[in-house]
């Protein structure tokens, strides 16, 4: 046997030892599954940006309508640091962009957990972020470190003031039924 077609056997040999065909892959959770942890140890940080005031408090109320934009992801456990490096920019980048109204984070250690609430004068200031270059590299590197991860937006027409972390987890939920 050439050592080449002795390397390639002996492959093979060690692979099908390590797979032991009754061992089923591990089943990732579903996003309704991670979404259903028990954040009680949530932090948050207060809204921050034009439309708020230094303790989070709106200066006005906001124009109508805005747009309300939520996220929330899920890193494996041994990738927060690698996740949290990638979120760093867009954070900061966030606050440079026209038609931005404020943001509020909020983190689960027990979960995992991250989530995002930002309002916007509209839809296009909005999209340029969401598209922009530093938003679009952080989803494209960062996404390897979750688990999970979940978005929506909407067109506020009647509340002239932000929503609850409550209310975006139920908009939410209402969109994984």
């Known amino acids: 046997m050439q050592?080449?077609?002795?390397?390639?056997?002996?492959?093979l040999l060690l692979a099908a030892a390590a797979c032991d065909s009754n061992d089923a892959p591990?089943?990732?959770?579903?996003?309704?599954?991670?979404a259903a942890c028990d954040e009680s140890d949530m932090q948050f940080v207060p809204f921050m940006g034009p439309a708020f005031d230094?303790?989070?408090?709106?200066?006005?109320?906001?124009p109508l309508p805005h747009v309300v934009a939520t996220t929330t992801g899920w890193h494996t456990p041994e990738n927060r640091d690698a996740l949290d490096a990638e979120t760093q920019l867009p954070v900061m980048d966030i606050f440079t962009h026209e038609g931005l109204l404020g943001a509020a984070f909020a983190w689960s250690d027990k979960?995992?957990?991250?989530?995002?609430?930002?309002l916007w004068?509209?839809?296009?200031?909005?999209?340029?972020?969401?598209?922009?270059t530093v938003h679009s590299?952080?989803?494209?590197?960062?996404?390897k470190?979750?688990?999970g991860w979940e978005t929506t937006n909407w067109s506020e027409k009647t509340a002239d003031k932000p929503p609850t972390w409550d209310d975006v987890r139920t908009r939410l939920e209402a969109i994984r039924k």
């Open 111 to 118: 979960c995992g957990s991250a989530r995002t609430i930002s």
């Open 3 to 11: 050592p080449r077609t002795a390397h390639y056997a002996l492959s």
């Open 121 to 132: 004068r509209d839809d296009a200031s909005r999209r340029k972020f969401v598209y922009g």
């Open 54 to 62: 230094d303790n989070g408090e709106l200066v006005a109320p906001l």
């Open 145 to 147: 470190y979750t688990r």
């Open 137 to 143: 590299a952080a989803i494209m590197k960062g996404l």
């Open 26 to 34: 591990p089943e990732e959770p579903t996003i309704a599954e991670l």
